[in-house]
């Protein structure tokens, strides 16, 4: 996990994210209205913006899934944020799925664009090991030690090695 930096937002919600609101909170709000916030815009900025990888478990999306729009505090309790630029990120599926409506500021997790991940977990080989109750609420809850990332970290790890034993022999 990086920390990320919000880039701007994209035109689509400067010019719309108060009429979804509106429409989001009326008697009349439809399913689609709800789902304003998959906006092929928005989801493109998000893209570069994490660099196709998820937010949370730096996953590269993309080659096999699409990725994710989520609610970094969640749309059900905080209605008012399902369009606001600075509640929105990329995550792959199963950090979302794992996230749910998980409340990270309640379940004091890793704020992506707020905290620094490195002041909270560091990397022992491919395991996520944590500094402290904040690592390990994210590390837990996330499941930041699944089999899938560690064996993509191991990997990862073999291609540096190669060019390290290149570059020094």
Request: glycine share 2%.
């Amino acid at each position: 996990m990086i920390k990320l930096f919000k880039l701007d937002k994209p035109n689509i919600l400067v010019v719309k994210e108060d009429e979804w609101l509106e429409k989001l909170m009326s008697p009349e709000c439809t399913k689609n209205d709800k789902l304003k916030y998959r906006h092929k815009d928005i989801k493109k900025t998000l893209i570069e913006e994490t660099s196709s990888k998820c937010a949370y478990c730096e996953d590269k999306m993309l080659s096999v899934a699409y990725g994710d729009i989520e609610h970094i505090l969640p749309k059900a309790k905080y209605k008012n944020l399902t369009f606001a630029w600075e509640n929105l990120t990329l995550s792959c599926s199963v950090c979302n799925n794992n996230k749910l409506e998980l409340d990270i500021s309640e379940r004091n997790m890793i704020h992506p664009y707020e905290d620094t991940p490195e002041d909270h977990i560091y990397f022992m080989g491919t395991l996520a090991v944590s500094k402290g109750a904040k690592g390990t609420n994210t590390i837990s809850l996330l499941e930041l030690n699944r089999a899938e990332l560690m064996q993509a970290r191991s990997e990862r790890l073999e291609k540096i090695a190669k060019v390290a034993e290149q570059i020094f022999n």
